[in-house]
């Protein structure tokens, strides 16, 4: 390997940073919005190593190019979309009656 070369390790590791930086925004926000953004955080580290491990595992060989990782990154992106719009209309909700956002509030809630 040569210094210029980006292998998987690199990959892996920009993954596990994107995970921590989005397990470490769910934790410390407060906001709604906030928490949404680290759960699409981790959700998009997720799609980094799947895809990552596809292009290295099968690496194109003679019979053609496997999308495995391709396929199963492209249903996490339409599972964090569908997250998104049921996440938003709870939050829409919530600021409607609550006029705020601040997922502390949530307590008072009644099923």
């Known amino acids: 390997m040569s210094f210029g070369t980006i292998g998987l390790q690199h990959y892996l ?4 940073m994107m995970f921590v930086c989005g397990l470490l925004t769910i934790l410390v926000k407060r906001n709604a919005i906030g928490i949404l953004m680290g759960v699409e955080l981790i ?3 997720a ?3 799947l895809v990552a491990f596809n292009a290295f595992s ?3 060989g ?3 190019i496997k999308l495995d990782g391709q396929v199963f990154a492209i249903f996490v992106i339409v599972l964090a979309a569908a997250e998104a719009a049921v996440a938003l209309a709870i939050f829409l909700n919530f ?3 609550f006029s705020t956002i ?3 509030r949530a ?3 009644r099923g």
């Open 13 to 16: 590791l920009l993954g596990a």
């Open 43 to 45: 959700l998009n580290a």
């Open 47 to 49: 799609n980094v190593n």
């Open 58 to 60: 099968h690496g194109g």
């Open 62 to 64: 003679a019979d053609g």
């Open 95 to 97: 600021y409607n009656n």
């Open 102 to 104: 601040d997922v502390e």
């Open 107 to 109: 307590q008072n809630l």
